[in-house]
C-alpha cells in the first residue's frame, strides 16, 4: 500500500506445478477382430504413443483392464453375444484428459452350427443308382450357410488309395505317398505278386465349389466294396463352427455298387 515493488516471484512456495499436455494420445490399430468368428472373447490389438485408462462402446466391457501403456496393447473383450458389431470404438484417455477414439472395423460373432439343405447322390451310370468299376459318383451339397471347402469321405471306396485286381488291396498293394518329385501310386506287396494281383492307385475325392454349393467326386475301381456306397461329409462354416457329419442323403437317393462282371 505503500508503494513498495515486489521483487519478482517465479516459484511457489510448496514446490507446487502444473504442466500443460494439450496432445491427445495417437492410436493405431495393429490386428483387427478376426471375423467371422465363433470365439466369443475376442482380442483386438493396438498401440498408443502413450499410456492412459481405455473406455469402449462395447457394453460387456473388456476382462484384461483399462490400464494402457506406451506402445503394443492387447485387449481382450468379455464374452459378447452373437451378432454383428459396428461402429464400435476403444478410447484412450491420457492423464492431462485428452482422448482419442479408435473405430474397431466391424465383426461377426456367429455360434449358430452349419447344415446340410440338400445332399444328393448319383453316379454318370446310365442307371444313375448304379455304379460299377471306373464310374464317378456325385455327392451335391447344399448348405444352410457359405462354408469352408468340406470333406467327403466314402468309407468302402479306394479313393485315395490302391485298388486290386484280386484279393484284398490292402494285403496285395502297397501305396506309394506323393512327394514333391513324384506322384502317389500302388504296387503289388509280395503276396499281391504272388496272387498275380495288379495294384492300380484310385485318385481321392474331388471337390469343387464355393459358398453354399459343394460337389464331391470320386471314381469307383475295382476291389470296392459291392453295395450301397456310404459316405461321410465334414465340413466347418466361415466362422469355424464344424457341421455334425452327414451320412444320409436328403432325397432318400443312393448308388449301389457293383463291380463284378456275368
Keep these: 500500500l505503500a508503494g513498495n515493488a515486489l521483487v519478482k516471484v517465479t516459484s511457489?512456495?510448496?514446490?507446487?506445478?502444473?504442466?500443460?499436455d494439450g496432445i491427445a494420445p495417437v492410436l493405431r490399430q495393429t490386428t483387427p477382430i478376426?471375423?467371422?468368428?465363433?470365439?466369443?472373447?475376442?482380442?483386438?490389438?493396438?498401440?498408443?504413443?502413450?499410456?492412459?485408462?481405455?473406455?469402449?462402446?462395447?457394453?460387456?466391457?473388456?476382462?484384461t483392464g483399462d490400464s494402457i501403456i506406451e506402445?503394443?496393447?492387447?485387449?481382450?473383450?468379455?464374452?459378447?453375444?452373437?451378432?454383428?458389431?459396428?461402429?464400435?470404438?476403444?478410447?484412450?484417455?491420457?492423464?492431462?484428459?485428452?482422448?482419442?477414439?479408435?473405430?474397431?472395423?466391424?465383426?461377426t460373432i456367429d455360434t449358430?452350427?452349419?447344415?446340410?439343405?440338400g445332399v444328393r447322390i448319383a453316379s454318370d451310370n446310365a442307371n444313375t443308382a448304379l455304379a460299377k468299376a471306373n464310374?464317378?459318383?456325385?455327392?451335391?451339397?447344399?448348405?444352410?450357410?457359405?462354408i469352408q471347402e468340406p470333406t467327403c469321405v466314402f468309407p468302402g471306396l479306394a479313393a485315395g488309395g490302391c485298388s486290386s485286381t484280386v484279393g484284398d488291396a490292402d494285403a496285395n498293394c502297397v501305396l506309394t505317398a506323393a512327394t514333391d518329385m513324384a506322384v502317389a501310386s500302388c504296387t503289388a506287396s509280395a503276396d499281391g505278386t504272388t496272387a498275380?494281383?495288379?495294384?492300380?492307385?484310385?485318385?481321392?475325392?474331388?471337390?469343387?465349389?464355393?459358398?453354399?454349393?459343394?460337389?464331391?467326386?470320386?471314381?469307383?475301381?475295382?476291389?470296392?466294396?459291392?453295395?450301397?456306397?456310404a459316405f461321410e461329409i465334414d465340413a466347418y462354416d466361415l466362422a469355424g463352427n464344424a457341421l455334425v457329419k452327414v451320412t444320409s442323403t436328403s432325397d432318400s437317393s443312393l448308388v449301389t455298387f457293383d463291380g463284378i462282371a456275368p
Design 12 to 20: 511457489t512456495s510448496d514446490s507446487s506445478l502444473v504442466t500443460f
Design 135 to 146: 464310374e464317378t459318383v456325385t455327392l451335391t451339397i447344399n448348405s444352410s450357410e457359405p
Design 34 to 63: 478376426s471375423t467371422p468368428s465363433n470365439v466369443e472373447t475376442p482380442t483386438y490389438v493396438f498401440s498408443s504413443d502413450e499410456a492412459g485408462t481405455l473406455t469402449t462402446t462395447i457394453e460387456q466391457g473388456v476382462s
Design 196 to 229: 498275380g494281383a495288379v495294384c492300380t492307385y484310385v485318385e481321392p475325392a474331388r471337390v469343387t465349389g464355393s459358398g453354399s454349393n459343394w460337389v464331391c467326386e470320386v471314381t469307383t475301381a475295382t476291389g470296392d466294396d459291392a453295395g450301397q456306397i
Design 71 to 107: 506402445g503394443s496393447n492387447t485387449v481382450t473383450f468379455n464374452t459378447l453375444p452373437a451378432g454383428t458389431y459396428t461402429d464400435k470404438t476403444i478410447t484412450v484417455t491420457d492423464a492431462a484428459g485428452n482422448a482419442t477414439s479408435l473405430t474397431i472395423p466391424e465383426f
Design 112 to 117: 449358430t452350427l452349419p447344415t446340410l439343405t
